[in-house]
Each structure stands twice: as structure tokens, then as C-alpha cells.
């Protein structure tokens, strides 16, 4: 597979990839985007399936909001706190947020398969294992392999980490993956839940596991999404598994009247929560973006829309330092940017988990 370096490879073809080599495919045309990812679509990924309207409202810019269509928006939410906590409800507010609930094997599958029908070169199916800098080329060499393949070698202007949570990039590029201290875990599954309120969004938080919640959102005909994340801490502190876990919040929502069937499709994933100093641009000709950069809301758990965002302003930032010839300032603006903008939500979420860690004890 020797040939012309890559202007970007992009590893993972998750929202964070897949918006990326969308963005940077739009912004300039000649450009030459690589899309590499372990798996080949459609691929699903454990998690809430709510997508918040500030991605939606990306996704529009690029034309990449058919999925929504003939879906409802949910504009409400139910939030329950153990009594102590009720005066949370007036600090807490999930109403000012519109969403939508897409399966993400849909919605992944949709992204992924834009990114390549707008000229991404399809490399699903590979896996990266290694990248290295080449400084007098300029270049990085990358090592992808497909499953029972051998090593195969591509070159790049930029490398681009949307690999998730356990970002190979990130490594690559001399970070460690997060301490304990930033990482939540989550268990996922669907199931048929009737006479459920299809308009809103159901979060309870759960006694002893607080900052952690128990979530159900609507999909269609009945379907719901179900699942539990908690800090690593407290998953580790109560030995039991996320399935136990999940369990119990099925049996908390039977007591209140709500009767889970045919729960199916468990999986589990963990969550790199943000904190301030991981760099985005951690060398040159490198960036991290979506969990891979640890984007994911500390006390919401929310990470789609920071990562999309992510991925639309690198892939402009990249595609115009390239055809102006200054890639290094337009990388270093893009990490600017995605700071000044988020940095403060960031840390204010940081604060109230660690708050409701303390409070808890009270209970
Ligand atoms: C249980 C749970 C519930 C959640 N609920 C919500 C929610 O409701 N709303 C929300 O906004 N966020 C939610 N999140 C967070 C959200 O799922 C993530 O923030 C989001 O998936 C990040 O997208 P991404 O593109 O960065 O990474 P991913 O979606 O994880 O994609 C990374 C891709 O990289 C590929 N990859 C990994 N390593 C390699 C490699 N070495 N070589 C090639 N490819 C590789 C993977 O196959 C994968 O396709 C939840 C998370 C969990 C765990």
C-alpha cells in the first residue's frame, strides 16, 4: 500500500472521525483523508444514544442531519434525588437542553458512511498499532493491520486521535490515559418499556452511587434505552458488577411502577471525563479529539456533542492550514478555540461531581 502520504489519518470512525474527515473533505476540496477504524460498520457503541441540539446544530452545517429526520425532539426531562438532594432539581437543568435519541449503530453507521461517500478513503477493518514521527519527511509513518493481515505501513501530514477511550494515538503521542480520578463507567442496554412518557428524558440518581444515575430514554415503539454509570471509585468500592448494577436500577424502576422487559444488548464501556490539562495538540502534527481528548461532561456523561464539535473545528483548521500553509497556528487555534469555549463547563461539572461525591456521605 505504498503510496502518496495521507494529508490526515484519522483513527476512529466514531462522530469525533467521522465529522472530522467530513469537515476537512468540505473545507477543501483536494484534500486527502485517510478513515481508519478497528471495526468495520455498522459497529454499536454503549451509550445513552442522546444527542444534544448544539451537535444537531453541526451536523445541520454539514448536511448531516437526515438521521434526525421523522424523530421526535425531546424537550423535557425527569430528574429524581433521594430527599436530601431535592434542592438539586433547581441547580440541575436538563431543560434547557433539546435532544434527540438515535440508536448509535445508526447514527455512527450514517457518519461513517458520509465521511467516505464525501471521499474519505475507507480503512475500517484496521487496526493502528503504532505511529511514528518522521522529522525530516515531515510525516508520520502509522501501522495499521487488519485482523488476520500483516502490518501495513501509511504516511501522514496529520494524525488524528478520535480513537475513543482507550485512544492508541494518545499514547502515541506521549499521554497517559486518564487516572482513576477522571473516569467514569457505564453500562447500556435496550428494552421494552410501555406506557413510558415518549417527550422526555427519565434520570435518577441513585443514593449511594451519587454523582452516578440510572437513565431511560425513548427510541421508538416502545424501545428505550436503559443504563447506569457511576464513578470508577464507587464501581470498584461496591464489588459488584455494572450488570448487577443495572439489575438493581431495573428492580428501584419496578418498585415505582415501571416494569422492564426483554432487556437486551448489555455492554458496558468506560468514560474519560475532562479535566483541564490534557493538551488537545499534545505535539506537532498531532491532535486528539472526543474521547480520545477526554471530552466527555464530568457530571453529565455527555461527551457526542463536544466530540463533533471537536471534529468539525479541527477538520476546518487543519483543511485551511494546509491550503494557506500554516498548519501549526491553525492546530494551535483550534485548541484555543475548543478551550476558551469549554474549558469553564468543563470544570464547573468537575466541581459539582466531586461536591455530590461529599455530599453523599450524608446520606
Ligand atoms: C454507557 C455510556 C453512556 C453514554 N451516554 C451518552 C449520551 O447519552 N450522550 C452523549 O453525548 N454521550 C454519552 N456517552 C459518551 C459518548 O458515548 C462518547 O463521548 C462518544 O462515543 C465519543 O465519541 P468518539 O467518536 O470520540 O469515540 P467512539 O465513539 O468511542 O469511537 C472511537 C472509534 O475508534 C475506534 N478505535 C479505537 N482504537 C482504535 C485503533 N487502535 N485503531 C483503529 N480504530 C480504533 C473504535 O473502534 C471506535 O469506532 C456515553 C458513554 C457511555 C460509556
Not at 443495572?246 to 411502577?257: F, I, K, S, T
Not at 471525563?273 to 505535539?283: C, D, I, R, T
Request: aromatic share 10%.
Amino acid at each position: 500500500m505504498e503510496q502518496e502520504p495521507w494529508d490526515l489519518a484519522v483513527v476512529g470512525a466514531g462522530p469525533a472521525g467521522s465529522v472530522c474527515a467530513c469537515s476537512a473533505l468540505g473545507t477543501h476540496e483536494g484534500i486527502r483523508v485517510a478513515l481508519i477504524d478497528r471495526e468495520t460498520f455498522p459497529r454499536d457503541k454503549p451509550c445513552g444514544d442522546a444527542i444534544r441540539q448544539d451537535a444537531v446544530s453541526v451536523l445541520e452545517e454539514l448536511k448531516l442531519n437526515a438521521i434526525f429526520a421523522g424523530r421526535s425532539r425531546i424537550d423535557r426531562s425527569r430528574l429524581n434525588f433521594p430527599h436530601k438532594f431535592q434542592y438539586l432539581k433547581k441547580l440541575i437543568d436538563f431543560d434547557r437542553y433539546t435532544y434527540y435519541i438515535v440508536e448509535r449503530k445508526l447514527f455512527d453507521t450514517a457518519l461513517y458512511e458520509a465521511a467516505i461517500q464525501r471521499g474519505a478513503h475507507d480503512l475500517t477493518g484496521y487496526t493502528m498499532n503504532g505511529a511514528v514521527f518522521d522529522e525530516s519527511a515531515g510525516l508520520w509513518n502509522l501501522t495499521i493491520k487488519q485482523r488476520r493481515g500483516c502490518d501495513v505501513l501509511i504516511r501522514a501530514r496529520v494524525l488524528v486521535g478520535a480513537d475513543g477511550a482507550s485512544s492508541r494515538v494518545r499514547r502515541v503521542a506521549g499521554l497517559e490515559l486518564n487516572s482513576e480520578k477522571h473516569v467514569a463507567v457505564g453500562v447500556r442496554a435496550y428494552a421494552q418499556l410501555e406506557g413510558f412518557d415518549k417527550g422526555a428524558l427519565q434520570i435518577d440518581f441513585l443514593g449511594r452511587l451519587i454523582p452516578g444515575y440510572g437513565w431511560i430514554f425513548p427510541l421508538q415503539n416502545n424501545k428505550v434505552n436503559i443504563g447506569v454509570g457511576l464513578d470508577i471509585r464507587d464501581y470498584k468500592a461496591a464489588g459488584k458488577s455494572l450488570k448487577s448494577h443495572l439489575d438493581d436500577y431495573v428492580q428501584y424502576l419496578a418498585r415505582e411502577g415501571l416494569v422492564i422487559h426483554d432487556l437486551n444488548n448489555i455492554s458496558t464501556h468506560p468514560l474519560p471525563l475532562a479535566f483541564s490539562e490534557l493538551p488537545l495538540v499534545p505535539q506537532r502534527q498531532v491532535a486528539l479529539i472526543g474521547d480520545a481528548a477526554a471530552m466527555i461532561d464530568p457530571f453529565t456523561g455527555e461527551g457526542i456533542h463536544f466530540g463533533i464539535w471537536a471534529g468539525y473545528a479541527l477538520g476546518r483548521a487543519v483543511s485551511e492550514g494546509l491550503r494557506e500553509q500554516c498548519l501549526l497556528s491553525a492546530m494551535e487555534r483550534f485548541e484555543t478555540t475548543y478551550t476558551d469555549k469549554f474549558d469553564s463547563l468543563m470544570e464547573d461539572s468537575q466541581q459539582l461531581r466531586v461536591m455530590l461525591r461529599f455530599q453523599r456521605m450524608l446520606i
